[in-house]
């Protein structure tokens, strides 16, 4: 008897370990593995250009890893429906998989695809594989959704988590004859001018390049991550956003690997044990707020658009294109948010710590709308990703769920001491002032005019005066905040 056939629909979930829909498929029988490119079917929100990049790359290494098993990915343009209906009809086969996706047009989509596929007797199912916990599993007692990240967590910490991931299918059986395919270079997803040069250098998508970079993770510096993290001169964090965004690696997996290195870590050595756990318990807590980010995006779909407290609907936020601009160039004057924005646009990532400086130095000294931002870090993150660029972007300008108080202005040069002790990172992404010394690298528009000589800088011409000042446009942001709070 031949054996069922199932298409397995990837889309944010670009691994075949771990991977529910995928084993399910191999379970049952020949599997079809497919990818359908339907950019109009996200809502607002298509792929931005970093994002098309990292999916070109990530959907090769996927084709690759499919082939070892002896299988192949198919790829095809949407719409969906439409794509799926050809396929099942073309192979005969009888069962459409796919794993879960949040983002409210994909509800959506996914919701009438489902209909549509079972009204013809298609066996449509779809798994949990990209959350520790999916929105509606976590709830307050009277069931209502968490606003509030610290009891969101504990509520998560005490619902159980699998403690296994499924295993990588060894073969995956595939149908008599294969469906035709577009070679993954017809989908353009790679830019025409090669703006991606500092992007190629900087990472290597894919599932096994996530895992790589997992185990050097927990096997050292998740001890160092809770004292570095928000330091950007080094390499303290995880960097694992890209692939957890594109489902290369899933949470799971994650939480895993570091309970099992910190037994190892254990049994080698009682001293650090203590540091290292709680060092990793934080790093956990950050794979939480990923968490939050997508059960308020499930609960609140409008907020990718709006923000969630009301009162900043009419918030008198101001319209520049001209500082948005130098904004986004990385031409504000003030050093470390440049240097941060130049680091995004070069290689589509910047740490957790520069993000929240250059957002609030948008939202609250310049004054721009959230939006705008959330907009460019759409279009220019490798990471971009719905629920945490809505979460990130409404935390910083005060108006999301458990957001930092719109009075927070965070004071660029305070913030580079903490996060850039010694000036690198600023030295790196702006080499301009590279020669400037740190006690004046900061705040250019402070050092003494031998001292900019010197360094062979002039203000206004080699690099930027400051924008604004840091403390008047400090003062008008909150004047505006106070006129919001009281309407
Ligand atoms: C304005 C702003 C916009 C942001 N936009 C995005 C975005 O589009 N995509 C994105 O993945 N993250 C976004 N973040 C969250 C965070 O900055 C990144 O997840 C983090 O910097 C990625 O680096 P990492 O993988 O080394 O993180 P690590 O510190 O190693 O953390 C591990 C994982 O936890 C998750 N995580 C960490 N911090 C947060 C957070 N604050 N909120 C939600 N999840 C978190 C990420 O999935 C991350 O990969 C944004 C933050 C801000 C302030």
């Given at each position: 008897?031949?054996?069922?056939?199932?298409?397995?629909?990837f889309?944010?979930?670009?691994?075949?370990?771990?991977?529910?829909?995928?084993?399910?498929a191999?379970?049952?029988?020949?599997?079809?593995?497919?990818?359908?490119?339907?950019?109009d079917?996200?809502?607002?929100?298509?792929?931005?250009?970093?994002?098309?990049?990292?999916?070109?790359?990530?959907?090769?290494s996927?084709?690759?890893?499919l082939?070892q098993?002896?299988?192949r990915?198919?790829?095809?343009?949407?719409?969906t429906?439409?794509?799926?209906?050809?396929?099942?009809?073309?192979?005969?086969?009888?069962?459409?998989?796919?794993?879960?996706?949040?983002?409210?047009?994909?509800?959506?989509?996914?919701?009438q695809?489902?209909?549509?596929?079972?009204?013809r007797g298609?066996?449509?199912?779809?798994?949990?594989?990209s959350?520790?916990?999916?929105?509606?599993?976590?709830?307050?007692?009277?069931?209502?959704?968490?606003?509030?990240?610290?009891?969101?967590w504990k509520?998560?910490?005490?619902?159980?988590?699998?403690?296994?991931?499924l295993?990588a299918?060894?073969?995956?059986?595939?149908?008599?004859?294969?469906?035709a395919?577009?070679?993954?270079?017809?989908?353009?997803?790679?830019?025409t001018?090669?703006?991606d040069?500092?992007?190629?250098?900087?990472?290597?998508p894919?599932?096994?390049a996530?895992?790589?970079?997992?185990?050097?993770?927990?096997?050292?510096?998740?001890?160092?991550y809770?004292?570095?993290?928000?330091r950007?001169?080094?390499?303290s964090?995880?960097?694992?956003?890209?692939?957890l965004?594109?489902?290369?690696i899933?949470?799971?997996?994650?939480?895993?690997?570091?309970?099992?290195a910190?037994?190892?870590?254990?049994?080698?050595s009682?001293?650090?044990?203590?540091?290292?756990?709680?060092?990793?318990?934080?790093?956990?807590?950050?794979?939480g707020?990923?968490e939050?980010a997508?059960?308020?995006?499930?609960?609140?779909?409008?907020?990718?658009?709006?923000?969630?407290r009301?009162?900043?609907?009419?918030?008198?936020?101001?319209?520049?294109?001209?500082d948005?601009?130098?904004?986004?160039r990385?031409r504000?004057g003030?050093?470390?948010v440049?240097a941060?924005?130049?680091?995004?646009?070069?290689?589509?990532?910047?740490?957790?710590r520069?993000?929240?400086i250059v957002?609030?130095?948008?939202?609250?000294?310049?004054?721009?709308?959230w939006?705008r931002?959330?907009?460019w870090?759409?279009?220019?993150?490798?990471?971009?990703?719905l629920a945490?660029?809505?979460?990130?972007?409404?935390?910083?300008?005060?108006?999301?769920?458990?957001?930092?108080?719109?009075?927070?202005?965070?004071n660029?040069?305070?913030?580079?001491?903490?996060?850039?002790?010694?000036?690198?990172y600023?030295?790196?992404?702006?080499p301009?002032l590279?020669?400037?010394?740190?006690?004046?690298?900061?705040?250019?528009?402070?050092?003494?005019?031998?001292?900019?000589?010197?360094?062979?800088?002039?203000?206004?011409?080699?690099?930027?005066?400051?924008?604004?000042?840091?403390?008047?446009?400090?003062?008008?942001?909150l004047?505006?905040?106070?006129?919001?709070?009281?309407?």
């Open positions: 008897m031949t054996k069922p056939l199932t298409i397995v629909w889309r944010q979930d670009l691994r075949i370990g771990d991977q529910p829909a995928l084993r399910r191999v379970d049952r029988g020949g599997v079809i593995p497919a990818y359908i490119w339907a950019p079917e996200e809502g607002d929100w298509p792929l931005g250009g970093a994002s098309r990049w990292w999916l070109h790359h990530s959907l090769a996927l084709d690759e890893q082939r098993r002896g299988s990915l198919i790829v095809r343009r949407g719409p429906q439409q794509t799926l209906d050809e396929l099942l009809e073309q192979t005969g086969a009888t069962a459409v998989y796919w794993n879960r996706r949040y983002e409210p047009a994909a509800i959506e989509r996914d919701k695809v489902k209909a549509a596929l079972v009204s298609v066996q449509a199912e779809s798994f949990s594989g959350l520790l916990h999916e929105p509606w599993t976590i709830t307050t007692k009277q069931g209502a959704p968490y606003q509030v990240f610290t009891p969101f509520a998560c910490l005490g619902a159980a988590v699998k403690h296994e991931t295993a299918p060894r073969e995956v059986a595939g149908p008599s004859k294969w469906p395919t577009l070679k993954l270079e017809e989908l353009e997803l790679l830019p001018l090669a703006w040069a500092g992007i190629a250098e900087a990472w290597e894919g599932a096994l996530a895992e790589r970079r997992l185990q050097e993770f927990v096997g050292e510096a998740i001890g160092r809770q004292e570095d993290r928000d950007t001169d080094i390499d964090s995880s960097r694992l956003s890209p692939h965004h594109f489902g290369e899933s949470p799971r997996q994650i939480w895993l690997a570091v309970e099992k910190l037994e190892a870590f254990k049994a080698k009682t001293s650090g044990a203590s540091k290292t756990r709680q060092s990793a318990e934080v790093f956990l807590k950050e794979v707020w990923r939050f997508y059960h308020l995006l499930y609960y609140f779909p409008q907020t990718p658009g709006e923000p969630l009301e009162q900043f609907r009419g918030f008198p936020w101001r319209r520049s294109q001209k948005l601009r130098a904004w986004q990385g504000t003030f050093p470390i440049d941060a924005m130049r680091e995004l646009w070069t290689t589509g990532f910047m740490p957790n520069t993000r929240m957002a609030s130095f948008l939202t609250k000294d310049l004054r721009l709308t939006l931002g959330a907009e870090f759409w279009d220019t993150l490798v990471d971009a990703d945490n660029n809505t979460l990130g972007w409404q935390w910083t300008a005060g108006c999301g769920a458990d957001a930092a108080p719109y009075f927070r202005v965070f660029p040069t305070m913030q580079a001491e903490k996060a850039d002790p010694d000036g690198e600023i030295r790196r992404w702006v301009e590279a020669k400037l010394p740190t006690k004046w690298l900061r705040e250019p528009w402070t050092a003494p005019e031998e001292e900019l000589v010197a360094a062979g800088v002039e203000l206004g011409k080699t690099y930027p005066r400051p924008m604004v000042d840091h403390h008047e446009a400090r003062d008008a942001a004047a505006a905040y106070e006129r919001v709070k009281k309407s």
